[in-house]
């Protein structure tokens, strides 16, 4: 007899859609969200909702994450909405003021780069489906599978900061782009990406979605008289010091010193940004260096802010005043590990050092780097009409006199898939040409370096017009270069298979727990389930070895209109084997199904122990057993595919009976079960042979 009870409790009804297997984020789960109304929507600004990351170590296979409050967006976390994690910051540097600042090595040419070593994250992303609510204000969001990678926020310390952010994706079923999208800017929390999903057509209407300049942002420039310490020498030196210009921000960190659009932003002497100095023509990860200058201790020997990099690197800054040295600020690296599933957004330049503070707006500033671009990621079943993306970095100021000039910021990055259409579609990554100068009555400044080529991956082919260019570099007085370089390699540029979104369709039950226990030489199986809307029933399955299953019963699903349901059924019969391992299976309306966890439970009862001995064994093995009659059992060795290898008859006394089991050399070498039946009772236990 089979005994079983649906224990109701709360249940809610939650309809979700399969959306994209995000085959290129390195997952094998189908992702869902709610799926859109099939209506035409146009919009006319950013859609995505973004949220710092406040779990500090997040990692792989986690399924929750704190969030703080919301930087950017109005429309909060529902559950099934899809979301996009992502590692905006988070590469260390080799910091020692010499030669090898940066990568950490001497050798290749530029004082640049960095470690490419087990703390290096930055870039890491993956598509996850929310399973509850998050307001604006922040808190807790529970994920429907665990997380593929590891994800990090950590202040700046020995290293420069780790920043992640979670973002709400946008989902459409017809698009319209009413009028210029435009990504909100990096603020060094969030920001700098835009991300949408659209089931059936996505209409560029001639109209631009926009990342341009919203990525690192560049080296803020400080009017400065000079002091006592310096040299011309020195790859960083701290903010605090009276000299050299600013670096730019990038993936292993942020300057104490930002040109937040022309306005300078300091983040305090306690944040500094890069480990011992976030000054100097020393250039980290990605970000352009800001110049160093010749003269410290005047700064009056102006150097130009290198360029940002990202598929490509930047371009040098230009050389001292007047002693014509060539100090100036060292172009941010390539991002070396770039892939359509690891992206970055563009380097932001590097300030040039500034004694008189020439240029609009004054006070230095004009100096300053540019910002890199950000990022857009773009998936639609058709894309119709003619648009552009553009993620490029921006230029350096041109309104400076006898100061040196910034560094471009670096091109950023784009990810578009389609079924169709993309050869309407313009993208353009391109780096941001160096600040330039006049050099004033004076002579030649250093002018800006060149920012790097972004990157640009479809599945087809954009429209042939699109580039990933580097930036030229400034000029000084005469026209000339004077030591600043364009950014010497073009970024990326590739067609690549990615995954695409093409259908939309109800996800299968989820279930929250699934426990098996004794009760008195039964066993309760007990599960709770959520999200059931679009089930029928559950099928309890039981296995002697974990392996092979066979049904025992079924409970149909009832709805109460509750979050969540709890089910038990009792097997007042359970295998006597010792150990019994049963599993749940949900079918929907549909015929689909999914499986639960296995779970076991041991008997313990004395007179189910079923017992061999030698295990493993080779020639013969004893068998144990408690019998309740006095008649014939027959004994029977089953292979793992359930056929009949080996089988004996025995004489069997009420009470304990030992039965030899003989021949076992003539078997195939593995795991068997062993069967028992003596037409009262059928037991089994595991036996493993060996030669």
């Known amino acids: 007899m089979i005994l079983n009870s649906h224990i109701p409790k709360p249940m809610r009804y939650i309809r979700l859609c399969v959306c994209m297997a995000i085959l290129h984020l390195g997952s094998s789960h189908l992702f869902a969200q709610s799926c859109p109304a099939g209506t035409t929507t146009t919009i006319n600004s950013y859609p995505n909702t973004y949220y710092p990351g406040v779990t500090a170590n997040l990692i792989v296979g986690s399924t929750s994450i704190s969030l703080g409050a919301v930087t950017y967006g109005t429309t909060p976390i529902s559950t099934g909405d899809l979301l996009l994690i992502i590692q905006m910051q988070g590469a260390q540097i080799g910091y020692v003021n010499d030669s090898t600042y940066g990568k950490g ?54 290293y420069g900061q780790y920043r992640y952010q979670v973002i709400r994706v946008a989902s459409y079923y017809n698009l319209i782009i009413g009028s210029t999208i435009t990504a909100p800017s990096w603020n060094g929390v969030t920001g700098g990406v835009l991300v949408m999903y ?29 002091g006592a310490g310096g040299s011309a020498s020195y790859f960083r030196t701290q903010a605090s010091n009276p000299y050299n210009g600013s670096k730019g921000e990038g993936i292993a960190g942020m300057p104490r010193y930002i040109n937040n659009n022309y306005v300078l932003l300091d983040n305090g002497a306690a944040a500094e940004g890069y480990p011992n100095g976030s000054f100097g023509m020393g250039a980290p990860g990605n970000a352009g260096a800001g110049g160093t200058d010749a003269a410290p201790l005047a700064n009056s020997q102006n150097s130009g802010g290198g360029g940002g990099g990202n598929g490509g690197a930047g371009g040098k800054g230009g050389n001292s005043w007047s002693t014509n040295l060539p100090v100036g600020g060292e172009p941010g690296a390539a991002f070396g590990e770039v892939s359509v599933s690891r992206l970055v957004m563009g380097g932001g330049g590097g300030a040039g050092t500034t004694n008189n503070g020439t240029g609009t707006p004054a006070g230095g500033i004009a100096s300053s780097g540019a910002p890199g671009g950000g990022m857009v990621f773009i998936y639609a079943n058709n ?74 991956y479809s599945n087809i082919a954009v ?23 364009a950014a ?28 098996a226990s004794n009760n008195s030489g039964k066993t309760n199986v007990n599960w709770k389930m959520t999200n059931e809307e679009n089930m029928l029933e559950y099928v309890v399955e039981r296995s002697v070895d974990g392996v092979y299953f066979i049904p025992l ?139």
């Open 553 to 691: 019963g079924t409970l149909l699903y009832t709805s109460t209109g509750n979050a969540t349901n709890d089910y038990r059924f009792t097997d007042l019969s359970p295998v006597a084997n010792g150990v019994t391992y049963y599993r749940i299976r949900a079918v929907d309306n549909s015929g689909g199904s999914l499986y639960s966890n296995i779970v076991s439970v041991k008997n313990t009862s004395a007179a189910a122990v079923l017992t061999v001995s030698p295990n493993p064994a080779s020639e013969s093995a004893s068998l144990g057993i408690v019998s309740t009659v006095n008649g014939t059992a027959e004994i029977r060795l089953m292979d793992m595919a359930g056929h009949n290898c080996w089988s004996r008859r025995y004489a069997v006394n009420t009470g304990n009976n030992v039965l030899l089991l003989e021949g076992l050399q003539e078997l195939q070498a593995g795991l068997y079960v062993v069967q028992y039946t003596d037409g009262t009772a059928t037991r089994f236990v595991k036996l493993l042979v060996r030669h």
């Open 198 to 226: 659209v089931t059936d057509n996505l209409n560029m209407n001639s109209k631009t979605i926009s990342a341009a300049g919203a990525g690192f942002r560049g080296g803020g420039g400080v009017e400065l008289t000079g």
């Open 383 to 456: 894309v119709t009409g003619t648009g552009t993306i553009n993620v490029s970095g921006a230029s350096g100021n041109t309104t400076i006199s006898n100061d040196a000039s910034g560094g471009g910021g670096a091109g950023g990055s784009v990810v578009i898939a389609a079924g169709s259409g993309l050869s309407g579609v313009t993208v353009n990554a391109n780096g941001g040409k160096g600040g330039s100068n006049t050099g004033g009555v004076a002579g030649p400044h250093g002018p800006g370096g060149g920012g790097g080529g972004g990157v640009i």
């Open 105 to 158: 090595f001497t050798g290749g040419g530029r004082v640049n780069g960095y470690l490419n070593n087990a703390q290096n994250l930055v870039g890491t992303m993956e598509y996850a489906v929310a399973t509850n609510s998050v307001g604006l204000g922040g808190g807790t969001v529970n994920l429907l599978a665990g997380t593929v990678n590891a994800y990090q926020k950590a202040g700046y310390s020995v």
């Open 488 to 515: 010497t390699a073009p970024g990326v540029k590739q067609v690549q298979p990615i995954s695409y979104p093409m259908s939309c369709a109800l996800l299968p039950v989820n279930f929250l727990s699934v426990s």
């Open 463 to 485: 429209n042939a017009a699109s580039s990933a260019s580097g930036g030229s570099n400034g000029t000084t007085a005469g026209g000339i270069t004077y030591g600043s370089f």
